[in-house]
T-cell receptor
Framework: DVVMTQSPLSLPVTLGQPASISCRSS???????????LSWFQQRPGQSPRRLIY???NRDSGVPDRFSGSGSGADFTLKISRVEAEDVGVYYC?????????FGPGTKVDIK | EVQLVESGGGLVQPGGSLRLSCATS????????MSWVRQAPGKGLECVAN????????SYVDSVKGRFTISRDNSKNSLYLQMNSLRAEDAAVYYC???????WGQGTLVAVTS
């Protein structure tokens, strides 16, 4: 199975400052169809996960443009340009290029 | 509006069985890969099973192989998870989700305790 790692696992941030989360996979996530099926999710306490980014860098509808995704192969990054209070939660990367689908361990973002 | 509504969770003794159901609406269910994702209390997300749109291919995480079975009924826009030989470590909120993660249900709680 593809192992997903994230760093850091805990990220205290200052409101209005940028934040960045790294996600690495144990093998390339480039699919035979040429797509890279790497997504990012936000989970607020008590809520279901919400997808923010799909296929590395595509923002879902309604997701603020302060969220951006980048990367390739096996190395990916989620960036928040200016953290807001509503961004507190746990962020997960997920790959579904290879089955079974696997998630990273999560990065807990909170306000300093 | 897209909706995924799970049901069938509850309290079960170790070694027991449960069948989870997920009723969907608002999207073309028969065209989508689907998954069951679980989250133990205070823990991260784990995808336990996936299924192709036509049901012809399925995959499972090692810890549930031989005990859990994912299935779907495209005529009913529904996804299922048959869980047998349940263990304490299977206790979690179980989410029905589109495999790419675009759609999620609210989750159903499975508790395994004697």
């Amino acid at each position: 199975d593809v192992v997903m790692t994230q760093s850091p696992l805990s990220l205290p941030v200052t409101l209005g400052q940028p934040a960045s989360i790294s996600c690495r996979s144990s093998q390339s996530l480039v699919s035979s169809d040429g797509n890279t099926y790497l997504s990012w999710f936000q989970q607020r306490p008590g809520q279901s996960p919400r997808r923010l980014i799909y296929k590395v860098s595509n923002r879902d509808s309604g997701v603020p443009d302060r969220f951006s995704g980048s990367g390739s192969g096996a190395d990916f990054t989620l960036k928040i340009s200016r953290v807001e209070a509503e961004d507190v939660g746990v962020y997960y990367c997920m790959q579904h290029t290879h089955w079974p689908v696997t998630f990273g361990p999560g990065t807990k973002v909170d306000i300093k | 509006e897209v909706q995924l509504v799970e049901s069938g969770g509850g309290l079960v003794q170790p070694g027991g069985s449960l069948r989870l159901s997920c009723a969907t609406s608002g999207f073309t269910f028969s065209s989508h890969y689907m998954s069951w994702v679980r989250q133990a209390p205070g823990k991260g997300l784990e995808c336990v099973a996936n299924i192709k749109p036509d049901g012809s291919q399925k995959s499972y995480v090692d810890s549930v192989k031989g005990r859990f079975t994912i299935s779907r009924d495209n005529s009913k826009n529904s996804l299922y998870l048959q869980m047998n030989s349940l263990r304490a470590e299977d206790a979690a909120v179980y989410y029905c989700a589109e495999t790419g993660g675009g759609y999620w249900g609210q989750g159903t709680l499975v508790a395994v305790t004697s």
